[in-house]
């Protein structure tokens, strides 16, 4: 493994959260959170100050959560529908939608969710302080201003997203899923409360926390590897292995130590890169609107020869944990479908390198990418 280190990557620094609060019951701390930078900040012109919630939709009737949090009467709250991943569009329009709301910005941002949730706070962060769209920022360090404070509160654990520099979201008319990677989109502060991920559904607990595993599998299996980002990848990796080894993998314990390698496994991306799995699981979101984590699990059944070892040990678990992972995804397709797959597939060359090596389209012409696809 260490014989892959190079030392001459595209990583140069790296950003971190600023201020994590990590333990049961630390969703507390977030009213305090509010109340103190509403505190710290002057607003001319007799400018509102208000703050704006994001939260996931399952808490749509969870008068307990708005208890807990207070919000002001001047506050916007929106809960977020999860049903279908973000796209340019969604978050254009919630754009929109805030700053026709009021007459200037939030003076913080508070997302409250899953993945979805997350990613969509820190796009809109970003975007009310730098012009243009969505679209214009997917891609490598493309912002140019500093977004609204935002404070991510994860309600599931896996996608890394309270920890990583990148809010991931498609853009439907050309088939690009890619995120805003900046250090602007890492989290100012997050609440780390493993309490809140008690209700989540078995299989979707699976599918999520895999994400983590199979980031910094990715990771130390890459080519542009670095001290940093092994440190945390490894870490990652054995708190994941106790978590799904486990015969209750939501104790409470596991669920403590799931939400720590979540937080980790972000860290670690943002020091490094992903590998082929993400790329292919990319193309699965795009063309069939999969949400990326139950993906991420799909692409798994074609990536044997790239992962040997994880191969077998991701379905060891899948079998322990009796978890259903679809198939047949791809069979029956037409030419355009293999052809959209394709496209969305190889667009990422960051993951792609990092795995394959600068020649990777060598090794991924078109009829190998539709032969794995066809795996799946």
Known sequence: MLTKIQTNTDIKSFHNVEKCHFGEGSINNCKKIVKNKKNSISVKNN?????????????????????????????????????????????????????????????????????????????????????????????????????????????????????????????????????MNSDFSVFNEIILDPNLTKTVDHNQYFYTGMDA???????????????????????????????????????????????????????????????VIHPFSAGLSVVFNLHHCIANCITMRSMEEFYPKFYEEFWRIVEKQKIYIPKNVCKDLKDEDYKKLINSTIKHEKPLCNALGENFKSVLTDQKIVDLFKKM
């Open 47 to 179: 400018f509102m100050k208000y703050a704006v919630y994001l939260i996931d939709e399952f808490f749509l009737n969870n008068n307990n959560l708005l208890n807990i949090l207070e919000p002001d009467p001047d506050d916007l709250i929106k809960f977020i529908s999860t049903k279908d991943e973000p796209t340019t569009n969604v978050i254009d329009n919630l754009v929109n939608e805030v700053k026709n709301n009021k007459k200037n910005n939030p003076f913080i941002i508070i997302g409250i969710g899953g993945g979805i949730t997350l990613d969509t706070s820190k796009a809109l962060s970003n975007l009310l302080t730098n012009h243009g769209k969505a679209e214009d920022y997917q891609g490598w360090d493309l912002l140019s201003n500093p977004g609204v404070y935002k404070v991510g509160i994860p309600t599931i654990s896996g996608t890394g997203s309270e920890s990583t520099r990148t809010c991931v979201y498609t853009n439907n008319k050309n088939g690009l899923k890619m995120g």
């Open 213 to 275: 595993f199979i980031h910094c599998t990715e990771s130390l299996d890459g080519r542009f590897r670095n001290a940093v980002a092994d440190c945390f990848s490894i870490e990652a990796q054995r708190l994941c292995r106790e978590v799904f080894q486990d015969d209750d993998m939501m104790s409470d314990k596991a669920r403590k130590n799931l939400m720590v390698a979540s937080y980790l496994g972000g860290c670690a991306i943002g020091a490094s890169f992903v590998g």
